[in-house]
């Protein structure tokens, strides 16, 4: 027991050490469920979907790690499930004889029928046609038709055991291929009864069978439960390679397709991957989920799903980012698994294609390698490009495709010279090569490399510390120790600019060569961390890069985001939104154009004109003469735009002004210049902008004290508040006035009532006022300053609080002039001059009596002395009504028709009784009888209405 241990662990450490060699594996999903019998990948989302023994289809997504839905199908185990992308559905099978098809989107489901008599196996589905298969445990295939309703149009029989799997060929959709424990293969046509051929060799039964995707070879893989693995050739019908390496039975095999591997799964609970040219073992995967049920992989996408026992596992196999290398003249090296392939940008690219239109390039066979290549680097003149395999290089000629140099190495990298490079031979050692023959090697420096960087200068970065170190090609001293970790380094053409990427941002960086080639020839002690001037950081860009080069001092990059930017003189600008992932192929001066490609190999491109870098540099570099007299004349129309841009963010604004071409920019450069008669200009001809910009307009004329120009600017921009100030300062109040009617018609009421207050136009502050249901407001600012106009505004405000104790509990002084000490006096002779409805018919029958009688006239003393007992009152307070004292114009009212009591106020009276006569209940509390209208001030007013 203790010796199968120690094999055992012995095995599984084997396993990480061959997958960690063999291959670049990254895992995207790891989660756990019941058993998984079937995996499909979505080929456009980063979805797989998984059928469990439980009877549950789940949808999860690798990319965030989430279940993004579940579907309680059946009480059985669903044995099978795939996607129908182009229908937004997914179709599963099941042990209760029954296919169902739901809308991922929805959830509905779309349809349910019964299928076979026995458990269903497996289901394929064709890449165009409306068609399903199905394979069955009642040993026949079925093919179904969605657009026929689901329509059985054919069933395949001649299998005398269950049917495993089924598959259609992807290079002939016509034909497909089953697998079924009555240990063969057989190949149909889709439109025939019977089988095209039989393919036998395994000695027990086929669990499943795949095609290969690629077009060089007419491949099926099998695998059984006999442990092993047959590929076959179906045009020979011959088995091309048996694989021995798994203790149990095979479950699940596939071709990877965009890689040269095989993909095997067990009941052993392994999965191992091997290489398709060698059949050679490269890893041996176990995740510990027990044994494996299902594999799949989808053309274009390096993403691999595993189902197992104890849940879900989906894979990353390789890099994403194609291999490829394109020199100055723009010529393409692209490796397609083994092969290398050329395509050449000479003559294929016209001048009026469009940015991102798809470019059709004809394909030249280079030659074939080995090993898959890892990476492709031309040397700085384009003569040779280097091949870097996972543990050796080789250095081809490009035109005839023969091999200069070739040796063991972990990195390979360029120096400037065109035959000098340098390879990793191990994570120590470092060596140098000029003519192709060794020229130095470097050892013990201190760090474990994982990476070189070629250019001016050879970079090695360490593998186990945050740092960089910049070594000289020739005496191999360190120049500079920089304490990042790049993942690529980057130089211009002239060697005096360099980009370090890094997985989160980039760093610009200026070299300073003289300083360093002085201190080389110094003989001096160079420092462990160099020379500490070497370098000067000129920025750090928080920005995702996926690759960049060097034009000029133009940085053109690739983020992450797919966003096609360009670095220059502190200012990062756009080019263009990409699609989709893309990769920087490079720049060709001749075309004005950027090139790039995506996985598929297929390029695009969008311009950048020369003459606009030429330019742009110029003016980084401080020559703003040779740019404006040599390269601006260069520069089309059509790009003004984009270089007024960058002159306004260098700092030459009117420059900018005199190139700019939208209005948008022209107008903010005018302001910021303070050119008021071309923003006026912009603002007379932009109806969209006009306010906002009339208004700034405005302003500006204000500090030039331009107050013609601002009054007419400030109207046309509707600014209010900017009239007000303007107008107010000026005490202008012809103007005022325009800006309150104007700010009224506009329902600018705060504007407006300011400004007829600063007129003197009080009666139109009180009328804004109740307009705007403000009349509380209204009623005490008459009381302050129109106290002709309170009695109207009282009315107002009972009907706006309408039929209660409140607006009955309300004063108005017209009514009650004794309870306003201030004010009343002026109703109180207003109305001694105008009296009261009786008094006037009381004067009217007076009228009637013959003047001629003398009686009356002499009567006005007892009259007076009467009225002597109604002012002592008033001496103790406030004199309530003055009763005896007639205005002079106006005749004494003779006895007979003497005043009747219009307000009940006797002597002793006070405030606090007149309100409760008033409210008509003494005891009411949730009235303050301290306050009278005529006497409170706000406060008191909204703390009674509260």
């Not at 050119?675 to 004329?701: H, I, M, P, T």
Request: aromatic share 10%; charged share 25%; net charge negative.
């Amino acid at each position: 027991a203790t010796v199968s241990v120690l094999y055992w662990e012995a095995g599984k450490l084997l396993s990480r050490k061959m997958a960690t060699k063999a291959t670049d594996i990254k895992k995207k999903l790891h989660a756990k469920s019941e058993r998984v019998k079937a995996v499909d990948l979505h080929p456009r989302e980063p979805w797989v979907i998984c059928s469990l023994y439980s009877g549950q289809v789940t949808l999860w997504n690798f990319e965030t790690n989430t279940m993004v839905k579940s579907f309680n199908v059946v009480e059985h185990p669903v044995r099978c499930v795939k996607f129908i992308p182009r229908m937004n559905w997914f179709i599963c099978g099941a042990d209760d004889l029954m296919c169902r098809v739901y809308n991922y989107n929805t959830m509905d489901k779309v349809k349910e029928f019964e299928a076979h008599q026995d458990f269903i196996r497996d289901l394929a589905i064709h890449e165009t046609l409306p068609l399903v298969l199905t394979s069955s445990d009642d040993m026949t295939v079925k093919m179904w038709d969605w657009e026929k309703g689901w329509a059985n149009t054919m069933m395949f029989e001649g299998h005398v055991h269950y049917v495993m799997a089924t598959t259609f060929n992807p290079k002939d959709p016509n034909t497909f291929a089953t697998a079924s424990l009555d240990r063969t293969i057989k190949v149909w046509n889709k439109n025939a009864y019977l089988c095209n051929f039989t393919l036998e060799g395994h000695s027990q039964g086929v669990n499943c069978v795949e095609y290969y995707h690629g077009g060089d070879k007419p491949y099926l893989i099998s695998g059984s439960d006999d442990r092993t693995v047959k590929i076959w050739d179906y045009q020979t019908k011959s088995c091309v390679q048996t694989l021995f390496n798994h203790s149990h039975n095979v479950s699940s095999v596939l071709f990877f397709p965009d890689r040269p591997l095989i993909v095997t799964g067990s009941e052993d609970e392994t999965i191992k991957i091997w290489q398709l040219q060698t059949y050679r073992l490269e890893a041996n995967l176990d995740h510990g989920l027990n044994r494996v049920w299902a594999l799949c992989a989808k053309p274009g996408s390096n993403k691999l799903a595993i189902g197992c026992d104890k849940g879900t596992v989906v894979l990353r196999i390789g890099k994403e980012e194609p291999v490829f290398s394109m020199d100055n003249n723009g010529k393409i090296l692209f490796s397609n698994n083994h092969e290398v392939v050329q395509m050449s940008l000479k003559g294929n690219v016209t001048a009026d294609i469009s940015d991102g239109e798809k470019i059709i390039l004809p394909q030249k066979e280079m030659g074939t390698c080995e090993n898959v290549p890892k990476r492709l680097e031309h040397n700085s003149t384009g003569q040779y490009v280097a091949v870097l395999f996972e543990d050796e290089y080789t250095i081809n000629t490009t035109l005839a495709w023969r091999a200069q140099c070739f040796g063991k190495a972990i990195d390979f990298v360029w120096a400037d010279d065109v035959k000098t490079f340098a390879i990793l031979e191990d994570p120590t050692t470092i060596k140098i090569f000029a003519g192709f023959k060794e020229r130095s090697a470097m050892s013990g420096l201190g760090m474990n490399v994982d990476r070189l960087f070629g250019g001016p200068l050879l970079g090695a970065r360490s593998s186990n510390v945050q740092q960089v170190v910049f070594y000289d090609w020739t005496t191999q001293l360190p120049i500079r120790q920089i304490d990042i970790q790049p993942r690529s380094v980057t130089w211009n053409e002239t060697g005096e600019m360099a980009c370090l990427i890094t997985d989160t941002s980039f760093y610009i960086l200026r070299y300073n060569k003289a300083l360093v080639q002085e201190t080389l020839d110094s003989g001096v002690e160079i420092p462990e961390d160099g020379i500490e001037d070497a370098f000067t950081v000129i920025t750090v860009v928080e920005e995702k890069v996926r690759q960049g080069t060097w034009v000029g001092d133009c940085f053109i990059y690739v983020c992450k985001n797919q966003r096609l930017n360009y670095y220059m003189g502190g200012e990062e600008l756009n080019l263009a939104v990409l699609e989709k992932p893309m990769y920087l192929l490079g720049y060709v001066p001749k075309d004005n154009r950027v090139y790039l490609t995506d996985k598929a190999r297929n390029v695009v491109s969008f311009q950048l004109f020369q003459s606009v870098i030429d330019f742009e540099t110029a003016v980084v570099r401080g020559d703003l003469a040779l740019a404006t007299s040599q390269y601006l004349p260069k520069i089309p129309d059509s790009q003004k735009g984009t270089i007024a841009q960058f002159l306004d963010t260098q700092g030459f604004k009117e420059l900018a002004l005199d190139m700019a071409t939208e209005d948008e920019h022209i107008f903010n450069l005018a302001i910021s210049l303070h050119n008021l008669d071309r923003a006026v200009e912009v603002a007379n001809r932009d109806e969209d902008q006009s306010k906002l910009r009339w208004k700034q307009v405005g302003d500006l004329a204000i500090q030039h004290s331009k107050f013609d120009l601002a009054a007419e600017a400030l109207k046309k921009g509707e600014d209010y508040n900017g009239m007000l100030l303007l107008y107010s300062s000026l005490e202008d109040k012809d103007g005022l006035r325009t800006v309150a009617e104007l700010a009224a018609a506009k329902n600018r009421h705060n504007v407006a009532f300011t400004a007829y207050y600063l007129i003197g136009e009080l009666k139109k502050c009180v009328e804004l006022l109740c307009e705007t249901d403000r009349v509380p407001e209204a009623a005490l600012f008459a009381r302050s300053y129109i106290p002709e106009l309170v009695p109207e505004c009282v009315d107002k405000w009972r009907k706006y609080l309408g039929t209660n104790k409140f607006a009955n509990a309300m004063a108005s002084p017209e009514e009650f002039p004794n309870l306003f000490p201030v004010i009343g006096e002026l109703f109180l002779k207003k109305e001694e001059v105008h009296v009261d409805p009786v008094a006037e018919v009381e004067e009217e029958v007076v009228a009637e009596e013959p003047v001629a009688k003398p009686e009356p006239v002499a009567e006005p003393e007892p009259v007076v002395e009467e009225a002597v007992p109604v002012e002592e009152p008033a001496a103790a307070e406030e004199e309530p009504v003055e009763a005896s004292s007639p205005p002079a114009d106006v005749e004494p009212t003779p006895p007979a028709a003497e005043e009747p009591a219009r307000l009940p106020s006797p002597p002793a009276a006070s405030p606090t009784e007149d309100l409760d006569q008033m409210f008509g209940d003494d005891d009411d509390d949730a009235i303050d009888t301290s306050l009278q209208v005529g006497t409170a001030n706000a406060d008191d007013i909204d703390e009674l209405f509260e």
